[in-house]
């Protein structure tokens, strides 16, 4: 049983402790997973920088349970300013995490965001935002450990 990140950094440690403390509680632990992550995403989403609001509605979580979050917000763009494609489409990187999500074969959880640049804006904590901050996702996570434990537990004993 897993929560996977979309290219994760920093938070190997949290993600295994969190994994492992997961994998302690019996019962169907998938919806509770599912659940509590989607908390998370939320909580990505409010603290995710805003210039035209493509990273933060570019945000997705894909479940086993097939219970998924993933369109893309209005804003979301695959382009560069110059009109220049540069990523894949949304959809087209969430039906990948459908297929990698699928395959798994216990409870399992992927949130990650899909513009090309998700990842640079995350790990920059140079960068001066004016509104949102760096870690926005990472942060998410490390701050409801507990509440995704406790969602968890709450719907397992369902």
């Known amino acids: 049983m897993a ?13 295994k ?4 403390e997961i994998g302690k509680i ?10 509590g992550m989607l908390v998370v995403k939320g909580k990505s989403m409010a603290s995710t920088p805003v210039d035209t609001g ?9 479940s086993k349970s097939g219970a998924m979050d993933q369109t893309a917000g209005s804003d979301f763009s695959t382009q560069d300013d110059s009109g220049k494609r540069v990523a894949a489409e949304h959809s087209g990187k969430v039906d990948a995490a ?3 999500v699928k395959r798994k074969k216990d ?18 904590l140079q960068a001066n935002h004016t509104s949102g901050k ?4 990472e942060d998410a996570i490390k701050e409801n450990q507990q509440l995704i434990l406790d969602t968890v ?6």
């Open 3 to 15: 929560v996977k990140l979309q290219r994760p950094k920093g938070l190997d440690n949290i993600l």
């Open 17 to 20: 402790n969190l994994n492992k």
């Open 26 to 35: 019996e019962g169907d632990v998938q919806k509770g997973l599912t659940l």
């Open 54 to 62: 493509n990273l933060k509605g570019s945000h997705y979580l894909v």
């Open 98 to 100: 459908k297929s990698r």
């Open 107 to 124: 409870p399992f959880v992927e949130i990650g965001c899909t513009a090309f640049y998700a990842e640079r804006v995350h790990e920059d």
């Open 134 to 137: 760096a870690k926005f996702l």
């Open 153 to 158: 537990r709450r719907f397992a004993r369902r």
